[in-house]
């Protein structure tokens, strides 16, 4: 038996936000909705590509802030999809909840010095996920499947700690 992929380019990264979060703290609970879901400025609503007829079943996210090494930010991971009917409504699945530390590994991002994220923290997983937090100051990641849903939403806040976070997203096969 062979693995067919679909996927008929190299996985790239896409930045979440244009401009960094500064909100504090999250939106209230997602719940469901007649709206499709739309980005605000702390939460970034990104639709599943379809490569080849099939639909990728994973993303890898990492995040950055700015501010100083040790601060604090905040992720939640949304799942959604539409219930079967035109006036089906939007339903939304947590796929993970965590917070971030910023490391000490710096890098220059349009003038700005931001820090990686090298450590999650009190992850709460819903979905089969992986939270890796390598040592050595080395860029922290998460992988989660995401079972196909048609948006995935990911929302952060700087907590009170960091002045502002962002982070890239990857669709995997």
Request: charged content about 15%; glycine content about 6%; overall charge negative.
């Amino acid at each position: 038996m062979t693995n067919t992929i679909n996927q008929t380019k190299p996985v790239e990264w896409q930045r979440l936000f244009e401009t960094n979060v500064v909100a504090e703290s999250f939106a209230a609970i997602r719940k469901p909705q007649a709206a499709k879901p739309v980005s605000t400025e702390s939460a970034a609503v990104i639709e599943t590509p379809v490569n080849g007829g099939g639909v990728p079943n994973s993303i890898s996210l990492t995040f950055f802030g700015t501010d100083a090494a040790n601060q604090t930010a905040l992720a939640r991971v949304w799942a959604w999809s539409k219930e079967q009917g035109d006036s089906g409504l939007w339903i939304p699945r947590l796929l993970a909840d965590t917070t971030m530390i910023l490391g000490a590994t710096n890098f220059d991002d349009d003038g700005a010095t931001s820090y990686t994220v090298d450590t999650l923290t009190d992850i709460a997983i819903s979905y089969s996920a992986d939270g890796i937090s390598p040592t050595s100051e080395m860029p922290a990641h998460t992988i989660l499947d995401f079972y196909g849903h048609a948006l995935i939403d990911v929302e952060l806040a700087a907590n009170n700690s960091a002045a502002s976070v962002n982070g890239w997203l990857c669709f995997q096969t």
